[in-house]
Nanobody, 122 residues
Framework: QVQLVESGGGLVQPGGSLRLSCVAS????????MGWYRQAPGKERELVAG???????TYADSVKGRFTISRDNAQNTVFLQMNSLNSEDTAVYYC????????????????WGQGTLVTVSS
């Protein structure tokens, strides 16, 4: 009933920037948290950045100072601004959300997007 659609991935040179977007749609009562995860070949999926109700954010140490997560609550959208990209940032990036859906009774579900590939290469 709830879907996440990511966009903005692609090929970028080292030192460049990308902005990822994720739009949530469906029978949404509220979104308690949204975040970005990434997974590179041979590695575990890891949390890159998260944002919760009220705007509090968290970041992986490897991206602090380079990445910024933000939300547009009216559009049910989360963004990830990625600056100063390097080869270690190459991965599939997944949007994730904790959503309260409009069911009777209301319930919280976790939803994943399909992922968008970010490749940092010269």
């Amino acid at each position: 009933q709830v879907q996440l659609v990511e966009s903005g991935g692609g090929l970028v040179q080292p030192g460049g920037s990308l902005r990822l977007s994720c739009v949530a749609s469906g029978s949404i009562f509220s979104i308690n948290a949204m975040g970005w995860y990434r997974q590179a070949p041979g590695k575990e999926r890891e949390l890159v950045a998260g944002i919760i109700t009220g705007g509090r954010t968290t970041y992986a140490d490897s991206v602090k100072g380079r990445f910024t997560i933000s939300r547009d609550n009216a559009q049910n959208t989360v963004f990830l601004q990625m600056n100063s990209l390097n080869s270690e940032d190459t991965a599939v990036y997944y949007c994730h959300a904790q959503v309260v859906v409009q069911t009777i009774p209301y319930r919280e579900v976790e939803v994943w997007g399909q992922g968008t590939l970010v490749t940092v290469s010269s």
